[in-house]
């Protein structure tokens, strides 16, 4: 199977250029909490990042890759951090990420040789039961499954979920077709990849429950394709009705759902109408970045597709939600992103939840320099003066260009957002260094390394 497009780049033997080299050492850049059990948050190119990773011996050690990429939208993203929550308006824009691949920048085409070689490499990290989600809709979803019908081979198909994203109101309902209210999740996987579906209550009209002997409730459904040993297995243990005329049918125990309403277990399929849109998640989860899906999701993805300890990876990370679902559910996550407004919304979010963090950069990526920083010192106490209202700020150390932060305050966003704490008390000591992180991705930086900023020692604000 082989998708073409007009001048395709991929696998021609005529890479596109990137300014970076590929296969780098990743450099280091800051540690917060324990190194061993650290997440990993990349700034760059997930194509650089993969290769370097590669060159660590991580590949075929990743048991779920999940990417949620630009979908050739044809937009530009803005992040907007509320500072008084959304009644008093006060927010912060910043393009967090570019998805433009009209005719003059080569169209989809184009779009295609950013995306194919990155999930091309990312498919070389997967371990023998590792599994590629890749998040997309109705623009790119179908060209995705050719391309890794051609990097995995058809047989390693394992899913195309449909997610309901949001409900069919408005625009969407009056579009004179059907509402495109649907995101799409693709999913190969490597020859021992088995995905483990939840299972999710469905309630049950009343006419359909009826009372077994022991006045257990039950809805019974036809015997379907079960074979005469699975019947005889079931009936062994309770769960074969007979009608009077001797039809057999199968009976599904019932449970109360939170509401008290009862229902019937059932795995979930490939159609996702469960998991609530972000929009109707807690206001302390959205973090005002653009395109960020709900926790929910990842976490329902990574619970069925990887185990405890598994490493979990995602090069197109924007605000983390992966990281903060790895992290919960107790798996081990390596993200990257471009854009510095995401390494800065990640890292914050990543460190509200606690988790321990590795921030690192590849070759030749910078990040923009806030200027302005000012810090007060006085005996164990560090007040950060300007910004005022910093995204989140660190105290810490510098050894060898890695900063190891031992105190840090972030902003909680919510409706009412927690404005990050500006006081810290640490143990005084002489190279003390602090980091501050804007909401536009740039980050300040005072003390030892930069010859003590801009208030001295005991000065007064
Ligand atoms: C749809 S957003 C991801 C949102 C994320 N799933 C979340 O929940 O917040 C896509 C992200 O891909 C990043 N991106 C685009 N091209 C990239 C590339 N070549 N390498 C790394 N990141 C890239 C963008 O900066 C953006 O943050």
């Not at 399929?269 to 807690?282: F, Y």
């Not at 990526?365 to 300007?386: I, N, W, Y």
């Not at 700020?393 to 009412?416: C, D, I, N, Q, S």
């Amino acid at each position: 199977m082989r998708l073409t497009w007009p001048g395709r780049q991929w696998r021609e033997g005529d890479e596109p250029p990137t300014s970076t080299e590929r296969g780098a050492t990743l450099t280091a850049a800051e540690l917060v909490g324990d190194g061993r059990a650290a997440h990993r948050l990349v700034h760059g190119d997930g194509l650089d990042v993969v290769a370097s990773l590669e060159a660590e011996g991580l590949g075929g050690q990743v048991d779920l890759v999940y990417v949620d990429p630009p979908y050739a939208s044809d937009r530009d993203y803005v992040a907007e951090a509320r500072l008084d929550g959304p009644a008093d308006g006060r927010a912060l824009r910043t393009l967090a990420y570019e998805d433009r691949w009209s005719y003059e920048r080569g169209g989809v085409g184009a779009y295609l040789d950013m995306l194919a070689p990155r999930l091309d490499a990312l498919t070389r990290l997967l371990s023998p039961r590792g599994t590629i989600w890749v998040h997309l809709d109705w623009r790119a979803a179908y060209l995705v499954r050719s391309i890794l019908d051609e990097i995995l081979g058809r047989d390693a198909f394992k899913n195309e979920i449909v997610w309901r994203r949001a409900p069919n109101l408005g625009r969407q309902a009056a579009s004179g077709q059907f509402g495109r209210t649907l995101d799409t999740l693709v999913v190969y996987g490597r020859e021992k990849a088995t995905l483990r579906p939840p299972t999710r209550l469905e309630p049950i009209e009343p006419s359909a429950i009826r009372w077994d002997d022991e006045g257990r409730p039950f809805t019974s459904a036809p015997r379907g394709d079960y074979t005469d040993a699975s019947i005889a297995k079931l009936d062994a243990e309770g769960r074969v009705h007979r009608t009077a005329s001797g039809r057999v049918y199968i009976k599904y125990f019932l449970v109360k759902n939170g509401e008290g309403v009862l229902c019937r277990e059932r795995r979930v399929d490939a159609l996702w109408t469960d998991v609530a849109p972000l929009r109707h998640a807690a206001a302390s989860e959205r973090t005002g970045y653009p395109t960020q899906k709900p926790r929910a999701l990842l976490e329902r993805i990574i619970a069925c597709a990887s185990e405890p300890g598994s490493l979990v990876v995602d090069t197109f990370a924007g605000s983390g939600t992966t990281g903060v679902a790895a992290h919960a559910l107790g798996r081990r996550a390596i993200l990257a992103d471009k854009s510095p407004v995401a390494i800065a919304t990640a890292r914050a979010r990543l460190l509200r939840d606690e988790a321990p963090l590795r921030v690192e950069r590849t070759a030749g990526t910078s990040v923009p320099e806030a200027k302005g920083v000012k810090v007060q010192v006085k005996a164990d106490r560090v007040r950060l003066v300007e910004p005022a209202e910093p995204l989140a700020w660190a105290v810490g150390t510098e050894e060898l260009g890695v900063f190891h932060a031992t105190w840090h305050a972030e902003r909680v966003p919510g409706a009412k957002p927690v404005p990050a704490a500006l006081e810290a008390r640490v143990p005084r000591r002489p190279d003390l260094c602090v980091r501050v992180f804007c909401d536009d991705g740039s980050v300040g930086t005072w003390g030892a390394s930069r010859g003590k900023g801009d208030l001295a020692e005991g000065a007064s604000t």
